[in-house]
């Protein structure tokens, strides 16, 4: 299966997971207890390990999880999830908070990290937060992921006509500067945009963004 | 329906007894104060109760905080002092969290915590550490060393002997004293057959060439199944103890040896028969061949040769031997110190070329002195043994000093049979002078040999009763006048003795007689009688009874007080001068008092002394170290040496002792045991601000558990219906986390405080526990898992609490740090417990790399891994702590990576 077809599966109506991972068993259930509360059902792992084994990683949603822990931490956590282009959103929550950690882990795209003890209502709007990203990113990936395999279909040289046309060039400029027949040309953005199923050249345009965002 | 306020109130008052919690109201107001909150801050809840908070809290500014103090700045936490009572500011650190009800601020809770102040500052710390830490490593002394189940050694850490790992078992055998060797071998191989720990004492060639004695013992570790898998040994240099001990049996002897002697030698009535004695005495005591003596009078430096005694054949003569004495006797004599000449054969002094030649291996020369008189000289020879030990030097000097004054006493009494003689023969002839007094005509008529005793010319002189009385010494006149009245009253016989003045001054002694004559009718006619002159017996019996006081100046060159009491009394009959050096009081204020000594004993020795003493009622000889107190309230350390006397009948009759005054060393040992104990509060403090991370985290844990499960209590109850079940759920978890809050600042705390230095039974597994507990973050921010293995019903060591998880948190940090290097497999910690024997024995193993081979040798030498700038102590001083706890600490590779220590301490309670 491919990630599109996976991602295909999930649609905003499917209920976000959340995935709770501390070695502190306590700490756990009340973040939990807290989040069942204002109505967000989620998941409790005691390690990375078994966060990793036992989860699906590749769904909507978040996982808040506690920067030192026995074995994988925090911080390797997210560099897994990453590898893995899992859409889960980090929150990570510390005891004691190291400058250079923090700044590492923000740098990597955590949604945010909470120093022990935080106020609920602080967690409860980073999971909101990262719920809304988690959402966002998953749809725009899924954007991306679908205007590359649809831009896969085309040749180089249907390609390199379109991104021509995109940038405002008439079909005679295009000859010109490809030193091709322009009824060759005509043809070949014809063919081009009937793979792509669209109508116009901004569409293509928008496509092309979509499939050169990282 | 109550406001969640209110609930929040109630619930935090009754159920969270370990934390200090105030409840504000919207003012800030404080409405609710609890138990907790009263104790740490000292407020009453009716002082506060009312007040605005900010009228009794002043915020610090956390930039001017004292080390070691951790400042919440997010979240509205706060460290500050609570300005209140008599008692004084508390230093406090506290939290506020908002309350809110339906998204409104009702009030705030407020957590407080106290906070401990470091003793001083860092920099200080770090040079009485360093200082205190060399003192005190120099004190430790032993090997350590492990051996396989069949005996041979894998690791060996020495530090005192010479004996290095590489060498083998032959090798090391033949450091063995051969007399000790097959007694060794035996009982090393039954152990090893036997498989049970064992202990043996044996002499060894020491890093000197000295024979040195040791003790090993041996303990087994096995394996889980009970399967021996290796030997732990500590050999231990007992030379020093053994000596000592040795001394103070020699000491005892020989005092006993002496008490006996002295009574025989001060009653010995023959020079001839007293020499001999003291020579039976030497001979038997000190291995002296010979000995002889020389007398005279010093003054004139006129000595001659008195006596000789020993077994002068066996040296080549006596006359040759005497001859070459003649040079250290005059020292002897010049100095009036005793003179030893030890191991004359390997020593080129000119002076003793003689004795050298003859062979004679040693020689004391002990002066007879009595008072100040110099009377001889008294010489000891040996042949067979070369040198003296410092007791018996003291011993021969005593023994000396106890010739001197029965000589003294011999000469006086020799005197007076002399003088005694003499009177006899002149009873009558020269020395009786006689008188008639006419008491009618008040006329005296002397003959002319009372004249020649009053020194008066019967010329010149009157004899009348007035001039008659004026001669007498005024001292005696009193006593004199009231006899001659008493005879003329009764009209009876008298004799007394009494002192005159001669006109030339000279004071003479004279026994005077009288008869009272009365005519029919009983009146008084004449009185007459005899005067003799006993100047000369006078002389010599005061010099006898001098004599005999000078037991008292025995010895005043001795330091040590030297007594003697009389049994059953106790009464002191003599107490040498160096009493006053000793006790502070003179020997007059302690002879003829009562048992003595236990009037001075320091309150908390009195069972101490009393045990001694009935002791030696029991006929036994003590030693015992006891304080007194000196007349001005100071303490002192005294050693006494106590020996009954005991009787012909079995009865004792007296008691002698020799006291001496060790406060230097006793203070010595208490001072570097003080310095043990403040360095292990500064290593600790110093942990403690290792583990200020754990702290924070481990406090943090709890109330951020609390503070969401709060929330999602509110956030239930905002709701119109609520499920109770949940809610007493969520109650319930908040109050076991304050619980648990409280735990980590109870445990922080009580690591924080100063030892006691007290060992109680403790359960080694939480103890275990609670050190993994304090650098929790060390450990799991270096990523490392720790696996416990813990015998299931923990065992009970008798031990330092504190000092015991210092000792683990040391090997926890060894271990962590050495798991560092690890990065291709898991970074794994076992702790282990479980009894082997009278021994709870707890293992912490690493998954690390294990220790270096030559660094293995080392591991427990001082500085080899003392890292004192984290706080930590060196392995040594880890050892040194389990030994104090007689146990052992050992160290063993693991299989098949990673290194395993273990110690072991006494258990306290048989597991059931």
Known sequence: ?214 | MPSKKDALTSLAWQTIPYMGLAILDRQSRVCAWNDEAERLSGLLREEVVGRPWSSFSRELDPARLPVGFRCETDDGGTVGVLVGNASGHKLISYQCSPLQEASECVGYVVSLRQQELPDSSEAALSVLRERRFRTLLESIAHDVWVANATGEFVSFDTNSSNTSPAISLEERLALIHPEDRPRLIDVVQKALHSQEPFQVEARGLGPTGQWHHFSMRAVTITDAKGQLQEWVGMTQDVSEPKRLARIANRQMELLRVLADASVRILQCTDPGVLLQDVFEVTKNNCCIDAMFSFVGDSGKGDLRLDSCWGNFASLIGEQAIVQGCIAKCTQAIRSRKIVCCCDIQSTRDPELDVLRELGVQSMVCCPLIAADDLLGVLVFVGNSQSRYEDEELAFLEMLASFVAIATQRLLAVRQLCQSEARLREAQFLANIGSYYWDCVQNKIEWTDELYRIYGLDRETFRASLEAYLAMIHPDDLERVNAVIQAALTVRGRYSHEYRIVRPSGEVRWVSGTGEVLVNEENELRAVHGTCQDITQRKLAEQALAESQQRLGLIAEHIQDLFWISEMPEGRIIFASAASQKVLGRTARELVGQSFFRRTLVYGDDLKKFDAAESRQKSGLCTVEEYRIVLPDGKLRWVSDCACPLIGPGGEIRQIVGVMRDVTQGREANERIAVQHAELLQVSRLSTLGLMSAALSHEINQPLSAIANFSSAASAILERTEHDRATLVGLIENIQRQSLRAGEVVRRLRDFGKKSKRKKEPCPLNTLLEDSVTLIYVELTSRRILIHWDLQESSPVCIADRIQIQQVTVNLLMNAADALLKILDRPRVITIRSYVRDDFAVAEIEDSGPGVHGDFRDRIFEPFSTAKLQDGSLGLSICQSIIQDHQGLLGYSANQPEGACFRFSIPLGVPPA
Do not use: W
């Open chain 1, 1 to 214: 299966m491919t990630l599109v077809q996976q991602a295909a599966q999930v649609d905003d109506n499917d209920v976000p997971q959340i995935y709770v991972v501390d070695d502190d068993i306590e700490v756990c259930s009340s973040v939990s207890a807290v989040l069942r509360a204002n109505g967000f059902p989620s998941q409790c792992f005691g390690s990375a390990e078994e966060f990793l084994s036992q989860a699906k990683l590749r769904v909507v949603g978040c996982v808040i999880t506690d920067l030192q822990m026995p074995g994988i931490n925090g911080i390797e956590l997210q560099a897994k999830l990453r590898e893995m282009m899992s859409p889960l959103e980090l929150i990570v929550v510390t005891g004691f908070a190291d400058v250079h950690l923090a700044v590492q882990i923000m740098e990597r795209g955590a949604v945010t990290l909470l120093e022990k003890p935080y106020d609920p209502k602080q967690l409860l709007a980073a999971v909101e937060k990262a719920l809304n990203r988690s959402r966002t990113n998953f749809r725009r990936r899924l954007e991306t992921q679908e205007a590359r395999s649809k831009l896969d279909q085309l040749t180089e040289e249907e390609i390199e006509i379109m991104r021509l046309a995109i940038q405002g060039l008439t079909v005679k400029a295009i000859s010109a500067n490809l030193v091709m027949a322009v009824r060759t040309i005509d043809r070949r953005r014809q063919s081009a945009m009937q793979k792509l199923g669209i109508q116009s050249v901004s569409e293509f345009a928008v496509l092309l963004a979509n499939a050169e965002r990282s």
